[in-house]
């Protein structure tokens, strides 16, 4: 059973930073893909980023792209999303997630297979 629980989220002013974390337990090598999504109020989920736990490869969301970075720490079993240069347009509820195969799933939620409870980031103005 893959269990995905984060953390990190908070209010925070506009222009500011915050670092989410997901931790994974049950299945580190089931889970080689992983990635962030967001919903804001009224709106559907939509992706952030993505990497590729045992290699280079990560992929961004064109509006976050250059004040995010995701990161993953093996060992830990933890994926990082460190959001810089926040803007209030960020404001959501950020969910992990992570997919069982190894395939590129692409930006799309229904490639993912596992999803944490999510964490709230609000951006002040």
């Known amino acids: 059973q893959v269990l995905l629980v984060e953390s990190g989220g908070g209010l925070v002013q506009a222009g500011g930073s915050l670092r989410l974390s997901c931790t994974v337990s049950?299945?580190?090598?089931?889970?080689?893909?992983m990635g962030w999504f967001r919903q804001a109020p009224g709106k559907e989920r939509e992706f952030v980023a993505a990497?590729?736990?045992?290699?280079?490869?990560?992929d961004y969301a064109d509006s976050v792209k250059a004040r995010f970075t995701i990161s993953s720490d093996n060992v830990k079993n933890t994926v990082f999303l460190q959001m810089n240069s926040l803007k209030p347009e960020d404001t959501a509820v950020y969910y992990c997630?992570?997919?069982?195969?190894?395939?590129?799933?692409?930006?799309?939620?229904?490639?993912?297979?596992?999803w944490g409870q999510g964490t709230q980031v609000t951006v002040s103005s």
């Open positions: 049950g299945g580190t090598f089931s889970t080689p893909i």
């Open positions: 997630s992570a997919r069982g195969t190894a395939a590129w799933g692409g930006r799309s939620s229904s490639a993912y297979d596992y």
């Open positions: 990497i590729r736990r045992f290699g280079v490869t990560t």
